[in-house]
């Protein structure tokens, strides 16, 4: 019911930073939360932010806090992932994903809770 697509991935040196931006369209994507998931080479797909509809509520996984941003635009119907202070260990492939359920924390860092996801965006950071 909600298309997505990422863009802003690419090769970046560590410290580093880049822009992730997720497009939406579909008449569900203002009530619907969003997360941000990775996955790496070896590793199942790992959570990284989330989002209420609003955007009054966020959280993030400990590996990522104070170095990501998350925030959204409804106006836009876009998600963004602000990534700064880049590591190597940040390498993966970065997808979005709408959430059709109330915004609970916990509930949205499991990637069956999901809808919809976006096709992913291969981010690169080099050391």
């Known amino acids: 019911q909600v298309q997505l697509v990422e863009s802003g991935g690419g090769l970046v040196q560590a410290g580093g930073s880049l822009r992730l931006s997720c497009a939406a369209s579909?008449?569900?994507?203002?009530?619907?939360?969003m997360g941000w998931f990775r996955q790496a080479p070896g590793k199942d797909r790992e959570f990284v932010a989330s989002i209420s509809w609003s955007g009054r509520n966020i959280n993030y996984a400990d590996s990522v806090k104070g170095r990501f941003t998350v925030s959204r635009d409804n106006d836009k119907n876009t998600v963004y992932l602000q990534m700064d202070s880049l590591k190597p260990e940040d390498t993966a492939v970065y997808y979005c994903?709408?959430?059709?359920?109330?915004?609970?924390?916990?509930?949205?860092?499991?990637?069956?809770?999901?809808?919809?996801w976006g096709q992913g965006t291969q981010v690169t950071v080099s050391s």
């Open positions: 579909g008449r569900t994507f203002s009530s619907s939360g």
């Open positions: 994903a709408a959430n059709r359920a109330l915004y609970d924390s916990r509930l949205y860092q499991l990637p069956r809770s999901y809808s919809d």
